[in-house]
């Protein structure tokens, strides 16, 4: 901003200062806020404010999702499963706070030779495809959790609705699906312990992304693999 002032033919300028959000001086001098300790941020309750300069980010604590503003924990029956409104998508989440067993991943489902997490809490996260394309789900234990991944699409008639299953066992490992959407349908990815006869459970990373092998996005010729 500035200001002028006539006189004797001059002209003069006086510029003025002024601190943008998230700082305070008199802008000539200008110190960061921080909003985390002043309290002026919108974290949720269920989140960790990390200060940043000139502003703040929030995010969900380990067993809950949102984007920060929001926290919730996802439910372990699939009427109430945790919505993801968006891809990319990635949550943390933790099967030991208060979930129950639910859910079965069935023998034959994916490279399945036999029933997985009978006996381990679980649970659910829905998708509702917006285009038709290809999905890959990436599940992540932690700590021990050794996890298991399923996708369905009718959590009441598992043996014939579901597209993929993952389920190694492997303290802290990795298990991926990649499955093809169609627009307008819904898709449950459960989360579950690998164990049949003991409740495993633990903590873990659900990344969710349209595959690199969807179609139009690869070079691969129509008759190779992806």
Do not use: H, W
Not at 64 to 77: A, K, L, Q, W
Not at 118 to 133: E, P, Q
């Amino acid at each position: 901003d500035s200001s002028t002032s006539r006189g004797l033919g001059d002209v003069y300028k006086r510029q003025v200062c002024a601190c943008p959000d998230g700082f305070v001086g008199d802008g000539v001098n200008c110190a960061d806020v921080d909003e985390c300790v002043s309290g002026t941020d919108n974290c949720d309750v269920n989140a960790t404010c990390a200060n940043t300069q000139g502003g703040f980010t929030c995010t969900c604590n380990p067993g809950f999702v949102g984007e920060g503003t929001t926290c919730s924990t996802p439910e372990d029956i699939c009427s109430g499963g945790f919505e993801i409104a968006a891809l990319p998508f990635q949550g943390t989440g933790d099967t030991s706070m208060n979930y129950t067993n639910n859910y079965t991943l069935p023998d034959g489902c994916g490279d399945l030779d036999s029933d997985r997490g009978a006996g381990s809490s679980d649970l659910v996260y829905t998708f509702t495809a917006t285009s038709d394309t290809v999905l890959s789900a990436t599940l992540e234990g932690m700590n021990g959790f050794d996890p298991a991944i399923m996708i369905v699409t009718d959590c009441d008639d598992i043996e014939n609705t579901c597209i993929d299953a993952a389920a190694e066992y492997t303290s802290n490992g990795t298990e991926s699906v990649e499955f093809s959407v169609t627009t307008g349908t819904t898709y449950f990815i459960i989360v579950d312990g690998n164990f049949n006869s003991s409740d495993q459970v633990g903590e873990y990373t659900l990344d969710v992304f349209e595959s690199e092998c969807r179609p139009g996005a690869n070079p691969c010729s129509p008759f190779a693999t992806c």
